[in-house]
C-alpha cells in the first residue's frame, strides 16, 4: 500500500568509528507508508544507520530529511517528538514495572498528571489480543519469556502515534505464531500509512512482509530493490558479493568411534532448568544441542563449564572424576568454552586485541612470571591470519570490531589453549554469512583433527550440516537423540516440541 | 588481516595521567612564583614524608578499584592498627611482635571483607563501610582503654629511621611504587587484575581465578593501610584520633584522579601515587594561602566531583551497554 511520494531521504550520510568507517556516503529514499527493508552482513552499517535516523548518533557528514524537512538536531527525544520510534536489537525494557506500563512508558493516558490506569489496562489488553499473544497487562514485565518481552517492546513502539517505525532484528527472538502476528500488524500499519524501516536477517521474511529492499554492503549502498520479484539467491548473492554454494557443506557420515568418552556429564540437575541430563562426548565428534527457548540448553552448557552452580551431577574427564567443577579446572583439562553472548562475556571489549588474545594462555605467553609482549604479538598476530579477523592493528579494541569478527577473534581465544574439547554456545549467532561459513569450516577442520566439541545451537541448519549426533532438550530433559542421517529438521523438531514418543 | 597506521601511538598515550603529569606541574610552578618556601628541599620533604605513609593504603586501594571493587574500610583500619600496636605494648608486649599481631589483624579484616564480597556477593562499597564504622568503634574502645598515655618510645622510633638523611617510609614507598608498577604492567599475575575489572565473567570463562584474586587484594589492602597506619602513629607523640581520618576519601579521590574508573578496567599505581602526591601539593598550597581547614575541606570535594564526573564521561560508552 504505498504511494509514490517520498517520507524520508537519507543523502549521502557517513559515519565513522575511530579508523572504521561504518557508513559512507550513503544515500535511499523511503516511499511514506511501506515497508522497506535494510539487509546487510554483520557490520554493514544497517545499525548505524538506524540509529542516525533515530537521532542516537550524530552522522560526520550527509543529511536526514523527514517529510521534506532536514532533520538537524540529532537527539533522541526530538525523533520521538517527529512521530520515530524505533525497536532495538537488545531489549530495553523497565523489569520490575508492568506490562502495560511497558508498553506506554511516557505520559499517555495523563490528566492533570495523574495516570488513568483502567484506560491504559485496557489499550494493552487491547494491543496484546491484536498479537494473538496471551499475556495479562497487569503482569510483572520480569516474569514474562525473552519472546514476550520482545512481543511488549515491539507494541511500545507500534502502539503510540507514530509516522516511522524502526525495527532492528526484531524477530530474533520470536517463534514463528508471534512472527506471523508481527508481520500481520506491521502491515495493517503500513495501511494506515505509517511508514517501516525493517532490518532482518531472515530473508523469507523480507520477501514475505517488505514492499522494498535496500542493500548495504561494508558501509555502502548496494542496491534498493523491489521485493516482487526477487530470489533469496539474489538478496545474499548482493549482500555477501558472492554465491551461496559454500555456505552449508554436505555432510557426511562419519565414522566415530564410541568407545570411551573424552568428556561424559552424569545426572547433572539443577531446581528449576535442568534436570537429570547425561551425555557423553566421543573423541573427534560433533555433538549437537538442542532445545527451544527455556528447555534448558543454555543453562545445561553453563553448568557444564562450571560458570552455574549445580544441585546434583558429576562430570568425567576420560573417565577421571572431576573433584569440583570449576571453569578453572576444566581449563586445565584442556576444556574450552565458547560464550553465547559475546557482548556480555566472552571478551574483553576495552581491551586490545592482544590482551584479549593473552588472557587464555597468560602461562603460556610468559617466561619467569613476565608476560613477554614479544610472544603475545606474534600469538596474536598468527590466529589474525588464520582465522581471517580484519581488525587495524592487534592493538584494536574489540568493541570496534564487527559481529563475526568478535565471534572469530573469542574462537580463536578458546582454541589458543589447544583444548582437546570444545563447549560452543551459539557459534554463529548474530553474524553475517560469510563469517558464519568460515566459523563452520573451522570446527569442521577442528573435529577431524580429533578435538570433540559440544555444540549448543538454535539453529538448525546449522546442527544438521555440522553434528554427528543431536541431543534434543525438552521441557529441562532430554528428549531425544539422533545420530547420522536420522538428524532431520523434522525428526529434531518433533522431539523439542514433544511429538515423538 | 592486520591493516598498518600510523597515527595509532596517539592513541597509546595515558590522557589522563598525561593530564594529571600536566596540572602538578603547572600548580608547581605557580606556587613556586608565589612563595619562596614552597620549591624548596625541606618543603618538598615535608610533603612527601605526609604522604609516604598514606601511601602504602593506595597500593592495594588502587588494585581493588581496577577490578572495580572498593575498600572504604582502608581509613578505619589506618587508624585501628596504630592503636592496636600501643595496646599491646601497653601491656609489655616488645614492638616487633605488637607491630606482626597488628598487620594480622588487619589481614583478617581483609579476608572478612574479601570473603563476603567475593562468596556472598555482598557489595564491597557497602561492605566495606560496615566494615570502617565496625573498626572506628574498635578503635574507640581502644582508645577508652589507654586513655591518652603516650607511646613508647621504641615504637615512635620506627617512622623515624633514616637511610642517609632520608626517613625510611620514603624510601619504602619509592622502591614499592617501582616494583608494583612494573609487575602491574609486565608480570602475568597482575595483569589478571585486569582481565578480571574489565570483564569478570569473561575472566571466568578463560580460567582466572577471580574469587581468589580478589580475597587477595582486600587482604593486600587492609594491610597496606594497617602498614601506613602503624607508621603513622609511630610518627606522632601519643595515638590520637585524627589519624587516618577521612583517609578513604582521600584514596577515592587520590585513585579516580590517577586514572582508575569506578567501573573498573583501568588505573596504575604510578598514577594514583601521582595524584596522591598532587593532592598533598594542593593542600601545602592552601596552607601558604592561609585557607581555613574547613574551606579546605570543601576544594577537596570539588576535586573529587569533578574527578568523578571526568570519570564518567570517558566510560560513557561503558555505561551505555
Keep these: 500500500m504505498s504511494d509514490d511520494s517520498t517520507f524520508l531521504q537519507i543523502q549521502g550520510v557517513s559515519k565513522r568509528y575511530g579508523v572504521i568507517q561504518a557508513l ?59 512521530g520515530i520510534a524505533m525497536v532495538h536489537q537488545e531489549l530495553a525494557i523497565f523489569e520490575n514495572m508492568t506490562v502495560a506500563e511497558n508498553i506506554f512508558p511516557s ?23 491484536s498479537f494473538g499473544v496471551d499475556i495479562d497487562p497487569r503482569a510483572p514485565m520480569a516474569n514474562l519469556t525473552l519472546a514476550e518481552q520482545q512481543v511488549a517492546e515491539i507494541l511500545r513502539a507500534i502502539s503510540l502515534e507514530k509516522k516511522l517505525i524502526i525495527l532492528d532484528e526484531p524477530t ?52 534498493t530493490m523491489d521485493v516482487a520479484g526477487v530470489t533469496e539467491d539474489q538478496l545474499i548473492t548482493r549482500m555477501v558479493g558472492r554465491g551461496l554454494e559454500s555456505l552449508y557443506a554436505h555432510k557426511q557420515v562419519r565414522d566415530i568411534d564410541r568407545g570411551e568418552p573424552v568428556l561424559e556429564a552424569r545426572n547433572m ?37 562450571g560458570l552455574e552452580r549445580l544441585d546434583t551431577g558429576e562430570l568425567y574427564m576420560r573417565g577421571e572424576k ?25 571478551l574483553f571489549l576495552e581491551m586490545t586485541a592482544a590482551d584479549n588474545m593473552a588472557a587464555p594462555a597468560l602461562r603460556k605467553l610468559s617466561r619467569f612470571w613476565t608476560l613477554s609482549a614479544r610472544a603475545v604479538r606474534e600469538y596474536t598476530r598468527k590466529f589474525i591470519e588464520t582465522f581471517n579477523i580484519v581488525v587495524e592493528t592487534i592493538r584494536s579494541k574489540p568493541k570496534h570490531l564487527s559481529g563475526g569478527n568478535q565471534q572469530k577473534l573469542m574462537l580463536s581465544m578458546c582454541l589458543g589453549t589447544e583444548p582437546d574439547c570444545i563447549i560452543v554456545n551459539e557459534p554463529t549467532r548474530g553474524i553475517d554469512v560469510g563469517a558464519k561459513a568460515e566459523i563452520h569450516r573451522i570446527l569442521m577442520e577442528l573435529s577431524t583433527g580429533g578435538t570433540s566439541i559440544v555444540m549448543f545451537s538454535s539453529e538448525l541448519p546449522e546442527l544438521i550440516s555440522l553434528a554427528d549426533r543431536v541431543l534434543v532438550l525438552k521441557d529441562k530433559r532430554l528428549s531425544g537423540e539422533f545420530i547420522g542421517r536420522d538428524i532431520t529438521e523434522e525428526s529434531i523438531m518433533a522431539a523439542a516440541v514433544g511429538q515423538a514418543a | 588481516m592486520e591493516k598498518s597506521s600510523n597515527k595509532l601511538w596517539l592513541r597509546d598515550v595515558n590522557w589522563s595521567a598525561f593530564s594529571l603529569l600536566v596540572v ?24 612527601v614524608q605526609e604522604i609516604s605513609m598514606e601511601c602504602f593504603a593506595i597500593f592495594g586501594f588502587t588494585f581493588l578499584m581496577i577490578m572495580g571493587e ?94 642517609g638523611d632520608v626517613r625510611v617510609t620514603i624510601i619504602a614507598m619509592i622502591a614499592i611504587i617501582l616494583v608494583l608498577e612494573f609487575l ?19 575472566a571466568t570463562i578463560y580460567g582466572i581465578r577471580a574469587g581468589r584474586i580478589k580475597v587477595l587484594t582486600f587482604i593486600a589492602s587492609s594491610v597496606g593501610a594497617g602498614i601506613g597506619g602503624i607508621l603513622a602513629t609511630s610518627h606522632v607523640s601519643a595515638a590520637n584520633v585524627t589519624t587516618g581520618d577521612k583517609l578513604e576519601f582521600k584514596m577515592v579521590t587520590a585513585a579516580i584522579l590517577g586514572g582508575c574508573s569506578l567501573f573498573g578496567g583501568k588505573g596504575s599505581i604510578a598514577n594514583s601515587a601521582l595524584a596522591l602526591l598532587f593532592l598533598g601539593i594542593v593542600v601545602d598550597g592552601m596552607v601558604k594561602y592561609d585557607v581555613e581547614v574547613l574551606i579546605q575541606q570543601l576544594v577537596i570535594g570539588i576535586i573529587l566531583i569533578i574527578a568523578v564526573y571526568v570519570d564518567t564521561l570517558m566510560n560513557k560508552e561503558k555505561i551505555e551497554y
Excluded at chain 1, 532536514?70 to 517527529?82: C, G, M, N, Q, Y
Excluded at chain 1, 569440583?324 to 562475556?345: C, F, G, H, P, W
Excluded at chain 2, 610552578?29 to 625541606?42: C, S
Excluded at chain 2, 602475568?188 to 585486569?194: D, M, Q, R, V, W
Design chain 1, 24 to 82: 559512507d556516503d550513503v544515500s535511499l529514499d523511503v516511499r511514506k507508508g511501506e515497508i522497506h527493508a535494510v539487509l546487510g552482513e554483520n557490520g554493514a552499517g544497517k545499525t548505524t544507520l538506524m540509529r542516525i535516523i533515530k537521532g542516537e548518533r550524530t552522522p560526520d557528514s550527509g543529511s536526514v530529511i523527514l517529510d521534506g524537512k532536514e532533520i538537524r538536531r540529532f537527539d533522541p527525544h526530538h525523533a520521538h517528538s517527529l
Design chain 1, 107 to 129: 505520559t499517555d493516558f495523563v490528566t492533570c498528571g495523574i495516570v488513568d490506569e483502567t484506560c491504559m489496562y485496557e489499550r494493552a489488553r487491547e494491543a496484546l489480543v
Design chain 1, 172 to 223: 530474533s527472538g520470536l517463534k514463528s505464531k508471534e512472527t506471523e502476528a508481527l508481520i500481520r500488524n506491521l502491515k495493517k500499519l503500513s495501511a494506515q500509512g505509517i511508514t517501516i524501516l525493517f532490518i532482518s536477517h531472515r530473508i523469507p521474511e523480507i520477501l514475505s512482509l517488505c514492499d522494498r529492499v535496500t542493500i548495504l554492503r561494508d558501509g555502502q549502498y548496494v542496491e
Design chain 1, 269 to 305: 540437575g539443577r531446581r528449576r532448568s535442568i534436570q537429570d541430563i547425561s551425555l557423553s562426548l566421543y573423541e573427534g565428534e560433533i555433538l549437537g544441542v538442542f532445545g527451544l527457548e527455556g528447555s534448558g540448553t543454555t543453562e545445561l552448557s553453563k553448568a557444564m563449564f
Design chain 1, 322 to 346: 572431576l573433584p569440583r567443577i570449576t571453569s578453572d579446572r576444566l581449563i586445565r583439562k584442556r576444556v574450552v568454552y565458547l560464550n553465547d553472548n559475546r557482548k556480555k562475556a566472552g
Design chain 2, 24 to 47: 602538578t606541574i603547572v600548580l608547581c610552578v605557580f606556587l613556586d612564583r608565589k612563595f619562596d618556601t614552597f620549591w624548596t628541599y625541606q618543603n618538598m620533604y615535608s610533603i
Design chain 2, 70 to 163: 572498593i575498600d572504604l574500610s582502608v581509613g578505619a583500619v589506618y587508624a585501628f592498627s596504630g592503636y592496636f600496636v600501643a595496646y599491646l605494648m601497653a601491656f609489655g608486649m616488645p614492638v616487633w611482635p605488637a607491630i606482626v599481631c597488628a598487620i594480622l589483624a588487619c589481614a583478617l579484616i581483609g579476608v572478612v571483607n574479601g570473603t563476603l564480597v567475593v562468596r556472598f556477593r555482598l557489595n564491597s562499597l557497602m561492605m566495606t563501610i560496615g566494615m570502617m564504622l565496625l573498626m572506628l568503634g574498635l578503635r574507640d574502645v581502644l582508645s577508652e582503654l589507654m586513655g591518652g598515655s603516650t607511646l613508647k618510645s621504641s615504637y615512635r622510633a620506627i617512622a623515624r629511621v633514616e637511610i
Design chain 2, 184 to 202: 602491574l604492567r609486565k608480570s602475568a599475575a597482575f595483569k589478571k587484575i585486569y582481565y578480571v575489572g574489565e570483564n569478570l565473567t569473561s
